[in-house]
């Protein structure tokens, strides 16, 4: 199994241009940007997190568990016909995160929750992994009867790394939420509440043991703070009565 660090660092948005700058010489734009701006390969991120009626997932996370999982169903951008969806159950396992992924036809999303036929939806790859992902991720759906909490919506900056391709970092920006969606909300725009005001939260990943020696760098002179940032628990709490915004 793969497992890949993760760390995320709350940012002020005035330290966004400087950041681009430094880090031009060890990365590439991601192919999945939409390229409307020189070096500047972004694309909208989707998700809707799954939790119990008791929200275990959000309370593992509070509570610092070390071994703990978060369910979401997730897309990209608007709404096209030819959308897809990642079914992904996202392991934590002590500081390092392993994905458990399925990628299904929007249009057949319903469908497929509906009766878990993961033969008839889900896209097949050559090792049949998908379909054991998809497998687990029906497993604690219904087990834990799980069922949409939030969504989370935001802007995503992504590149990697021109040296070693495992290395990636983003700027995650303008980052909002709304509670208890229905899934045909997926692609909404509207009444989401930003999670943070000034920041935004740039996530630095990679699979080696340590963080490449520029990306340290990049860390120190920025006086960045490494921190456990969850887009999920923060936008449920966000709309909780006198939290605040950053």
Request: charged share 30%.
């Amino acid at each position: 199994m793969l497992l890949r660090y993760e760390r995320k660092y709350l940012v002020p948005y005035d330290m966004l241009d400087l950041l681009r700058k430094r880090i031009r010489p060890f990365l590439r734009g991601d192919i999945y940007g939409n390229g409307h701006r020189a070096f500047l390969p972004q694309y909208t991120v989707r998700s809707i997190y799954l939790d119990t009626r008791n929200l275990e997932c959000h309370l593992e996370k509070t509570e610092g568990v070390e071994l703990r999982k978060k369910f979401r169903i997730r897309t990209y951008n608007e709404y096209t016909e030819e959308a897809v969806a990642v079914f992904e159950i996202k392991k934590k396992i002590e500081n390092r995160i392993h994905k458990h992924r399925a990628f299904v036809d929007w249009e057949d999303v319903p469908a497929l929750l509906e009766t878990a036929d993961i033969a008839k939806y889900v896209h097949p790859d050559d090792n049949g992994q998908s379909y054991a992902d998809a497998s687990r991720f029906f497993f604690h759906l219904r087990k834990r009867h799980l069922t949409p909490t939030v969504l989370v919506v935001y802007e995503r900056e992504a590149y990697y790394g021109i040296f070693d391709t495992g290395v990636r970092i983003t700027f995650d920006k303008n980052i909002r939420s709304s509670l208890n969606p229905k899934m045909s909300e997926m692609f909404k725009n509207h009444d989401l509440k930003h999670l943070f005001r000034n920041h935004f939260i740039l996530e630095i990943k990679y699979f080696t043991d340590n963080m490449p020696i520029w990306a340290k760098s990049l860390i120190q002179e920025f006086k960045l703070r490494h921190q456990a940032l969850s887009k999920y628990t923060i936008g449920y709490d966000v709309h909780l009565e006198n939290q605040i915004t950053y």
